[in-house]
């Protein structure tokens, strides 16, 4: 497989992937936003910063200009109309954002973002393991940033439900495949992302837990 393009899909796999990233991300900030009972202004920082934090700090540890939502001012224009319509939705009917509904969101844009990022990284030249920290940032650090601007300790670090983990196995499986199979470019895609958002989506269905530190007796 060639690193340097996602043959034989080319540039269309690759913008589909951040588009369907970016409204998945981008709308579990926005329900956090609106669970939170804040203004449009607030709504909208917490969608941009979920949909686009994790993916301008990786671009910033990789020195890539312009970063990847500058150069696609479509990006910006559909993080801004999924503001309007669900505040609009909203204000008219009322509806209950239940923390699984953001999570679930979550899940998904962790999954296809994380597999963006390594591969944005190994099309770069960067090793496979450099690529996969670049995948965990990509996919972690919106939700990190969201979380943050709402006053909550992310739950990335505090959930003990695997997150960060599955975005270490999903990116591992990503890099593998990409540079020791002759798979298709969307197949390889389509392998890491349900690996990433299908161990996430376990975790919070069965309730498994990560082990945490002990408390010391006082």
Not at 103 to 114: E, S
Not at 129 to 136: L, P
């Amino acid at each position: 497989m060639q690193l340097t393009d996602l043959a034989p899909w080319g540039e269309s796999l690759r913008i589909a992937v951040e588009v369907i990233g970016t409204i998945a991300f981008a709308l579990s900030g926005i329900l956090a936003g609106v669970r939170k009972r804040m203004d449009m202004f607030g709504v909208a920082v917490l969608g941009f910063l979920s949909a686009y934090g994790g993916g301008t700090l990786r671009d910033i540890l990789l020195e890539r200009r312009p970063f990847f939502w500058v150069s696609q001012e479509l990006m910006l224009w559909l993080v801004f109309a999924l503001c309007i319509v669900v505040m609009l939705v909203n204000s008219r009917r009322p509806f209950r954002i239940t923390p699984a509904a953001i999570q679930l969101a979550d899940a998904l844009g962790l999954g296809l973002f994380v597999a963006s990022g390594v591969q944005a990284s190994l099309a770069s030249g960067m090793p496979m393991a450099v690529s996969v920290i670049m995948g965990i940032i990509t996919g972690v650090f919106g939700g990190v940033m969201r979380d943050i601007a709402c006053g909550e300790m992310p739950t990335a670090f505090f959930d003990h439900r695997p997150y960060a983990m599955c975005a270490l196995v999903g990116g591992w499986v990503y890099a593998i495949l990409a540079v020791y199979s002759s798979l298709a470019a969307w197949v390889i895609m389509f392998i890491s992302t349900v690996t990433t958002t299908g161990l996430r989506i376990a975790a919070l269905v069965f309730n498994y837990h990560l082990p945490g530190w002990k408390k010391s007796a006082s």
